[in-house]
C-alpha cells in the first residue's frame, strides 16, 4: 500500500487550496508522513519599459510579500490544525511557479503532490493551461488532483 511520506502542498490561497491541504493532513495522519505547504510568487522585473526599478525596493516588496504568504499559509494550518497531528512546513519562493514547485520537490524528496483543480474559464482556459496539468505532464510523481466544486 502506498503511505506517502513526503506530501507537497501548492499553496494560491484559493478555496482549492485550502480543500487540498485538508486532503493532504488527511492522507498524512494515515501514513505518518509530513506535509510542505508551498507558495511561489513571480519574480518583480528589474525593468518596467525605460524605467529601472530600484533593486532595494523590490527586496522590500518580496519580504513583504513573504511576511504575507506566511501569514496566509499558517491561516490555512490554523482551519486544518485540529483536524489531525501532522506536522506540516510551510516555504515560501520567487520565480516561476512550474520551477520552483518541481526544484522544491527535488530539494524536499516529495513523494505525493496534492493539488486542487485550479480550473480557467473561457478563452484564458484556451491560450494557457493551468499549472495543474502542466505539473501532471512534468513531474515523475504522484499526483492528486481534487475534483472542482460542483
Do not use: W
Amino acid at each position: 500500500m502506498f503511505e506517502p511520506k513526503r506530501i507537497l502542498v501548492p499553496t494560491d490561497f484559493s478555496e482549492d487550496s485550502d480543500r487540498a491541504l485538508r486532503e493532504a493532513v488527511d492522507i498524512a495522519a494515515t501514513s505518518r508522513g509530513k506535509v510542505y505547504l508551498l507558495h511561489v510568487d513571480r519574480r518583480l522585473p528589474l525593468a518596467v519599459g525605460d524605467a529601472v526599478i530600484d533593486p532595494e525596493v523590490i527586496a522590500a516588496v518580496e519580504r513583504d510579500d513573504e511576511r504575507h504568504a506566511r501569514q496566509r499559509m499558517l491561516e490555512a494550518i490554523g482551519k486544518v490544525a485540529s483536524q489531525a497531528d501532522v506536522e506540516i512546513e510551510i516555504d515560501e519562493r520567487h520565480g516561476g511557479t512550474l520551477e520552483e514547485i518541481a526544484a522544491y520537490m527535488r530539494d524536499k524528496l516529495i513523494d505525493l503532490v496534492v493539488i486542487g483543480p485550479h480550473t480557467r474559464k473561457g478563452l484564458i482556459k484556451v491560450l494557457q493551461a493551468s499549472v495543474t496539468e502542466k505539473l501532471m505532464k512534468d513531474i515523475a510523481c504522484p499526483m492528486l488532483v481534487l475534483p472542482a466544486h460542483a
